[in-house]
């Protein structure tokens, strides 16, 4: 049984980065803080989604295979993974 991943964000691009703190906050108060991870740069392959490493966030190009599909039936890829292994 697979779950969906913590946290989905549409792209338009196929070439992603992730720092794990991005979104969090934001707003006229906003100060950055100690959260997050190392910026990491994620390529999106023909699965149209690629999942960060760090924080398991998941990238997916709109309009690609993986846009509109039930995330939690699909399997983890993070760069340079095999989807086809289990």
């Known amino acids: 049984m697979s779950i969906a991943p913590p946290e ?22 906003y100060r950055p803080s100690a959260l997050g991870h190392p910026r990491i740069f994620l390529e999106i392959d023909e699965h149209g989604y ?16 993986a846009d509109g ?10 760069e340079g993974a095999d989807p086809g292994f289990r």
Do not use: M, W
């Not at 599909?69 to 993070?78: G, H």
């Open 50 to 65: 690629v999942d960060c490493g760090y924080c398991d966030r998941r990238f997916v190009l709109k309009g690609g295979p």
């Open 69 to 78: 599909v039930d995330q939690a039936s699909l399997p983890d890829i993070s």
């Open 8 to 29: 989905v964000i549409h792209v338009e691009t196929r070439r992603v980065s992730c720092d794990g703190a991005s979104d969090i906050r934001s707003g006229r108060n």
